[in-house]
């Protein structure tokens, strides 16, 4: 009984973990191009702002600006689509 319990829960996990990624996916198509780079180089990648900065041809410094720039960005598309209804 309890190997059932635990596949089902496992079950769950994995269809709650594959919606979470269409959300994200989705949400990402949302914002700019440039957002949607340095988002998918910084978390996806799991680039380092030097390699970000060398692939996006722009100073190291300029990452950090603009990975919280495409986070906010993010985060208020995200918001806007499922919880503000």
């Known amino acids: ?3 059932s ?3 089902n829960r496992t079950a769950e996990e994995l269809i709650e973990k594959d919606e ?3 959300v994200i996916a989705y949400t990402l198509t949302k914002i700019k191009p ?3 780079y340095v988002i998918s180089l910084s978390f996806f990648l799991e680039l380092e702002d030097h ?3 060398e692939i996006m041809n722009i100073k190291k410094q300029n ?3 603009l990975l919280h720039r495409a986070l906010k960005s993010f985060e208020k598309k995200f918001d806007k689509k499922y919880f503000e209804k």
């Open 51 to 53: 390699e970000i900065a």
């Open 34 to 36: 440039r957002y949607q």
């Open 20 to 22: 979470n990624n269409r």
């Open 63 to 65: 990452v950090h600006v």
């Open 1 to 3: 009984i309890f190997e």
């Open 5 to 7: 319990i635990k596949s």
